[in-house]
T-cell receptor, first 115, second 115 residues
């Protein structure tokens, strides 16, 4: 069965420091991997995705994520956090054999960036 | 930039009543989805829809649920007889033409409260 784990409910960082939000996945074969961000009372906004190719994926707002096949991870990173990055972050996976597009989401990680 | 829209933003209903949640996907998209997020829990897949039929549904999507694309722009989710446990945020999403690797774009959600 496909699954996604985000081991941290909350990540706290100081503004200007690097941030990492962790995600590991379990899916047969190679996955498609996504990160979404949810601001309060808003929908899910797409940040970035891994389809194939370079393991380091760059996305919106200075975020990037590294696909690590051996560790089945897709951690979200940003070199210098902003207070405005504070939000709920979701990792999601879709198996390549899926022809329906169903996304499996992790439970979400709240990122708190303090000034 | 095109976006997915959803109406209403909030809906309060009595248990046993029917509700229809409406979505206008991005205009050239072909794949449509409904997800839900119970308060404090992860986002869960409900159903995917392509070429005017359901392509996949989850075990949550029982006979009380139905989806429809009544015209060229709207995509609706109907819950025939609501239960207390249907209280959640419901997200509509759409994606383009190339299949499961395409990014799903989410609407802002409809918060449903069943009393």
């Amino acid at each position: 069965a496909q699954s996604v784990a985000q081991p941290e409910d909350q990540v706290n960082v100081a503004e200007g420091n690097p941030l990492t939000v962790k995600c590991t996945y379990s899916v047969s074969g190679n996955p498609y991997l996504f990160w979404y961000v949810q601001y309060p009372n808003r929908g899910l906004q797409f940040l970035l995705k891994y389809i194939t190719g370079d393991n380091l994926v760059k996305g919106s707002y200075g975020f990037e994520a590294e696909f690590n096949k051996s560790q089945t991870s897709f951690h979200l990173k940003k070199p210098s956090a902003l207070v405005s990055d504070s939000a709920l972050y979701f990792c999601a996976v879709r198996g390549r054999s899926s022809n329906t597009g169903k996304l499996i989401f992790g439970q979400g990680t709240t990122l708190q960036v303090k000034p | 930039e095109p976006e997915v829209t959803q109406t209403p933003s909030h809906q309060v209903t009595q248990m046993g009543q029917e509700v229809i949640l409406r979505c206008v996907p991005i205009s050239n998209h072909l794949y449509f989805y409904w997800y839900r997020q119970i308060l404090g829990q992860k986002v869960e897949f409900l159903v995917s829809f392509y070429n005017n039929e359901i392509s996949e549904k989850s075990e949550i999507f029982d006979d009380q649920f139905s989806v429809e694309r009544p015209d060229g722009s709207n995509f609706t989710l109907k819950i025939r007889s609501t239960k207390l446990e249907d209280s959640a945020m419901y997200f509509c999403a759409s994606s383009g033409q190339s299949g499961p690797q395409e990014t799903q774009y989410f609407g802002p959600g409809t918060r449903l409260l069943v009393l």
